[in-house]
Structure formats: C-alpha cells, structure tokens
C-alpha cells in the first residue's frame, strides 16, 4: 500500500500523519515499525486504548475490506496479524495495569472451526485492564472445551467469538448443550464478532451480544452486578 518509504523516521511525523503510516505498515505487515509506532504515540501521552483502536484496529480495519475485495490475500493478511499482535503484546500490560480488583472470572475462545483470534485477544486485554480474570483458551473451541474450561476455571462468564457466518451457529450449539446439561444458567454467556449481531444473540439464547471489546466489559460489569445483587435479594 505505501511507497518506498525507508528514510521516513516515524518519530518526526505528527499524530495524524503518524497514525497514517502506521495503519500503512500495518497493510504491509510491518512489525518493528508498528511496535515503534505504538511506543512513539504511549510516549506523546496517548491513553493505550486509544492507541488500540486508532491505528490498531483502525488499520485492520482497512485491510479486512481489502480481503473481502480480493486485493489481499491470507499471508498478507497473516503478516498484518502478526503486526497487529506485536502491538497489541507492547499495550497489554498497560491495559491490565488499572491494579482493579477482581470482579469477575470469564472464559473466553472462538468457536470450532473458527482461527480469528485478535478480538477475543483485545477482548481478554480490555476485561483484564478492567479487573477481571480472564482464560482464553484460543481457538477453534469444541463444546466439550468451553464446558470444561468453565467448571474448571469457575467462570461467571462464558464469551464465545466467531468471525464467519460459517462458525457462528456454532454457539448455539454450545448453548444448547449447556442447556441440555443444565448448566446453562450457572453462567453469563456473552456472544461476539464481526458478523453477528443483537439479534443473532437473542435468537441463539445469548445473554448479550457485544458489539466491541468496550461493550464487552460494561456488558460483563452490569452482569455481574445483577448477579451480586439477585443473590442478595435472595
Ligand atoms: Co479472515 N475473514 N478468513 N482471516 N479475516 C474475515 C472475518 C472476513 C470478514 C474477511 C472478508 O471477507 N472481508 C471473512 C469472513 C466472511 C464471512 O464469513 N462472511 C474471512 C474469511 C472468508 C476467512 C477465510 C475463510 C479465508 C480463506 O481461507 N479463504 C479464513 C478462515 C479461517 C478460519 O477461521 N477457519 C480466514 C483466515 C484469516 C487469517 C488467518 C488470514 C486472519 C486471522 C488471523 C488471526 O486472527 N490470528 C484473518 C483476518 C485477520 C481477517 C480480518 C481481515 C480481520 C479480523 C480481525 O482481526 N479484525 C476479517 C475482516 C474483518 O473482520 N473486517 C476477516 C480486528 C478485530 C479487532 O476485530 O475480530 O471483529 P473483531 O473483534 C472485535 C468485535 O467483533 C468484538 O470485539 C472485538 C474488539 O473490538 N468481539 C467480541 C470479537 N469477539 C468477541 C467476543 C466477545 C465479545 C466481543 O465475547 C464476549
């Protein structure tokens, strides 16, 4: 996407023009420039959420309509993951960093046949920036996986994360399973990606829908406090 750019010094351009470059590198799959980036905007005093979803996610943003355009293609778009995860690694400890209390275990993976794993990985960040204790056991999660990994981590919160419509209907068989098993209301159950949407997630017996990884913690937080609060009203 950019032009022979080697003796751009990143450090020399204003925000704009820097946030610019960086979802450029970010198209090219440029690692070590995309860590620069981010280290440049956290010490210009940008919060690490926007620096996330500015250049981050805006950048990915791009590339994903030029996938779907066919002008890029998977080892492009797997270098512009691995941009983006360096990233995301350099902003996580930051982003965990609020010292917050505890206020909620979730477990969290995208569902069987399902490999897209940077939002249930921006999703653990921001709940864990939040207090929560989050396991993400990655992906391409069978039924038999999420239900263990809850009973065995004592989740309060199940999220599941598909990115095809392919994969999606997936969590209903989750749900369903829980259901069967009678276990489906021991936990929250929260639902996300790209192509689902709230209707989606009442219609497979979600309790939410979460539109972002932001929606995803105030989601989970009010959950959680309507739980505290129906068990001291019983
Ligand atoms: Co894929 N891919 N991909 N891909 N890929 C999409 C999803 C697609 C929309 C691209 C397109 O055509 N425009 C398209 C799906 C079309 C459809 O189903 N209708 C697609 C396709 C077709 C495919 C393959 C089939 C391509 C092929 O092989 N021919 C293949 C399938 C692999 C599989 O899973 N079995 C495939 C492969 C890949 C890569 C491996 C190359 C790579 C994944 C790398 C990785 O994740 N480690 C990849 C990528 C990167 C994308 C796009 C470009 C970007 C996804 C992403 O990371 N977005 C994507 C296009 C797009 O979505 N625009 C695309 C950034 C991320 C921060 O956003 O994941 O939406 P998102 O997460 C958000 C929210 O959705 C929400 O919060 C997050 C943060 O705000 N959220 C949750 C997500 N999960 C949540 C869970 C929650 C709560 C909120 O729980 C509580």
Partial sequence: MSDENDDLILSELDDEELVAQMMDDLYDGLKDEIAEGVNILLGRGWAPYRVL?????????????????????????????????????ILKPLLAETGAPTIGRMVIGTVKGDIHDIGQNLVTMMMEGAGFEVKNIGINNPVESYLEACEEFNADILGMSALLTTTMPYMKVVIDTMKEKGIREDYIVLVGGAPLNEEFGRAIGADAYCRDAAVAVETAKDFIARKHNSRVAG
């Fill in 53 to 89: 979803t500015e250049p981050l996610v805006g950048g990915m943003t791009i590339v994903g309509r030029d996938f779907r355009d066919g002008i890029l293609f998977v080892p492009e778009v797997l270098l512009a993951a691995g941009a983006m995860k360096g990233g995301m690694s």
